[in-house]
């Protein structure tokens, strides 16, 4: 085929969250990040770290360190033309985020304490990998459909923790990100995005199947709107 | 079942305009109150108070006190665990909507205007039914989904109101409540909500049927993108 | 049929961008007037004129007055009972657009700046189409439906545009507007909105059919959510 190169991009996100009785996040579950080629619908490739929901920073702080560690990781194995990373700052190369660019964003001042309390650590995996592959790594932040596929994956790899912890807890109650719905097949959970205007953005992730004596449910988020509960126990 | 209660949730919303030939409001029509439960889909129970679109306080004043009083009787029928107010004042019980808390809250002047003029009336019918059944009414807003399903079924009340109308009057436009359709059927009507974000919400009515010589049209607001206008009128 | 009219509405649009190799846009395609009768679903008549744009002035400029002198045909041709232009200036009589009226406009200096530089030509197309034949022309901008089906038609053009120049050129990229899709048939190409809470807006326009050696694929721009992305190439 004659025309422009269509870039592969790696991106990451973190999603999915325990939910307490009341419907309110006690921490995150999913850092996933995918390898998207075109025609830029789903992931040819995925990595999930799962975190440990109870205690979670939710300042963010964790969520971006996991999120370039494990991009960077699928960058180096897959060799992308770019890496995209889910942030509000809009465009910035990571290996460039110091102080005095952190302070000319435009975000909250809470923001900025916690891009400057990680930025050492995330700029040095950043300038790492440019130095070794010549890969930028970039917060691209919502227009990037690689990292909303990236946050689709998340909420499959989370209903993927919630069916596995529902064995050993006997109940759980997780909530989605926001406009996803997910499919339960045999081998394989496919999670679709249920916002049309995104064109039809999925992930499929393989999975060993619903244990035997675990029921589900999914449901919308009755505080939420546009978010979906999943929620799966063991027994009747 | 294992785990966690799912909450029952009483809502209240009003929709629903009376149109004039330039697809201009000129008032409301339907206060919608609905019994939510697991899935959280649509409504258990609903009830309506017809407003008198002509001459209707378009302030919001008339549409609150209306819309907790409605609420207030549906939740002395059902004890539900909680009771949500489609208001953009966040989270506030209704009970503690005093003038301080009024004027700490982060809303326009004429807003503030508005709550000052119904917050007595509102607080009272809040506070006696927290004292008699201990269930409490919050200000939720645009969240919660059942204040959306309650704003639905106002869009289902006002289609019906507008048949009836069509009758007597020969001819009626109204305007629904954004993002919904209405799907007529021979014992009820059926509003769906048009934003597959929102994961499938609706509301089913009884009716008892379009009149023999009521002819209508559903079709979108031309002047006003993501809403729907229904017309009803006799003969041809 | 009683009842009120329906207005018949003019309204012209701008959109479809040329793309780089890195998704950016080069310049504007087709500016679209169409002609939206009830039920304002789609376009009763459409006319197109083809931008050029490499060099094209992405500062809106050129895209206004085109617009206005396209819908200012039109409407001499169907003589509808309004004209909407797409404009976020909110509402007002493009005849009317005076300095002071832009000075008092809540829109940034820079827009301001556009518009006066354009507003002598505007004013005066506006005018001449009111004195002849009473017709006002409204800067409605996002809220109009006839706009948005404007919108979608100009994609529609930029994707036989695309097929047309793909001959000549051998390959071309091209980005279609926001929220939509474009079914491409054997005797012409119908745009579809695939944003659900429109209600199902779309526009057809006739054409001469795929050339035998082009091939064609639409998918989502992956720098730019929301946004599909249509390529057209010669050969395999």
Chains 1, 2, 3 share one sequence.
Request: contains cysteine; glycine residues 10%.
């Amino acid at each position: 085929m004659k025309g422009f190169r269509s870039p592969r991009i790696v991106a990451a996100d973190t999603g999915g969250a325990l939910l307490d009785e009341d419907y309110q996040p006690l921490g995150l579950i999913a850092t996933a990040a995918v390898l998207v080629e075109r025609p830029y619908l789903t992931a040819t490739a995925c990595e999930v770290r799962y975190q440990k929901p109870e205690g979670y920073d939710m300042s963010g702080r964790k969520a971006i360190v996991e999120e370039i560690k494990l991009a960077a990781e699928l960058a180096r194995k897959f060799r992308p033309d770019a890496v995209h990373i889910d942030s509000t700052i809009g465009g910035i190369e990571i290996r460039k985020l110091d102080e005095p660019t952190i302070d000319a964003l435009r975000i909250s001042d809470r923001g900025k304490e916690v891009l400057k309390d990680v930025s050492d650590e995330v700029r040095r995996v950043a300038l790492r990998l440019w130095e070794d592959t010549g890969i930028d790594m970039i917060a691209t932040g919502k227009p990037s459909v690689p990292v909303r596929i990236a946050e689709i994956c998340s909420g499959v790899y989370t209903v993927i923790w919630a069916l596995r912890e529902a064995s050993s807890r006997g109940y759980v109650r997780v909530g989605l990100p926001k406009f996803m719905k997910v499919e339960i097949g045999e081998n394989s959970i496919v999670g679709r995005s249920i916002d049309t205007r995104e064109g039809g953005l999925y992930g499929e992730i393989g999975f060993e199947g619903v244990p035997e004596n675990v029921r589900w449910e999914l449901y919308p988020n009755p505080t939420l709107k546009g978010f979906m509960v999943f929620e799966a126990w063991t027994g009747e």
